[in-house]
């Protein structure tokens, strides 16, 4: 849902250290929506990273190789 949405676009922002207006360029959304993005990550950080340990597990179980993921730990 979006939880996931919002966790993979501040992670593509971290990875490659965009901040909000390049990251609205690249990824052709309105600027506005990245900032809500990052105020809603910072709110809701644990849930977020939660969903993504889980998505990624899944997808584990299922067989489905992924890139390295690497989280702040």
Known sequence: GRNMRVGQLI?????NSL???????????PVEQVREAQV???INRELI???AEEEK???ISEG???EPIHLPG
């Open 11 to 15: 992670y593509k922002m971290r990875a």
């Open 19 to 29: 901040n909000a207006e390049e990251a609205a360029a690249d990824m052709d959304l």
């Open 40 to 42: 809603y990550y910072q």
């Open 49 to 51: 990273e939660q969903e």
């Open 57 to 59: 597990r899944y997808l």
């Open 64 to 66: 489905i190789s992924l």
